[in-house]
């Protein structure tokens, strides 16, 4: 089994910043792609940001020239360096890892238990 542990949300005015860090423990042999969703009120959860294994990014338009997405592999860890913070960023915020456990294991999609973001004056 695998567990990612989250840290670093918080209250932060708008035009603030934090890092948020997530770290993989467990059953690991490999990660795949590395990322970061968030969930508003009412809303779907959404994509954020993601790095691959050969350090390749997406982003959500959103958030595109304002947040950094990067990773450690030998802490198994990824952050995610949020600036230039709005109200609309306020969501919590969820990690996501494609595990696997052996070489001829599947890789299997984990989540961390979320951090809530408010961006709030």
């Known amino acids: 089994q695998v567990q990612l542990v989250e840290s670093g949300g918080g209250l932060v005015q708008p035009g603030g910043s934090l890092r948020l860090s997530c770290t993989a423990s467990g059953s690991i042999f490999d990660i795949n792609a590395m990322g970061w969703y968030r969930q508003a009120p009412g809303k779907q959860r959404e994509l954020v940001a993601v790095?691959?294994?050969?350090?390749?990014?997406n982003y959500a338009d959103s958030v595109k020239g304002r947040f950094t997405i990067s990773r450690d592999n030998a802490k198994n860890t990824v952050y995610l360096q949020m600036n230039s913070l709005k109200p609309e960023d306020t969501a919590v915020y969820y990690c996501?890892?494609?595990?696997?456990?052996?070489?001829?294991?599947?890789?299997?999609?984990?989540w961390g238990q979320g951090t809530q973001v408010t961006v709030s004056s």
């Open positions: 790095i691959r294994n050969r350090r390749s990014t």
């Open positions: 996501n890892a494609e595990v696997r456990a052996s070489i001829l294991a599947p890789f299997n999609d984990y």
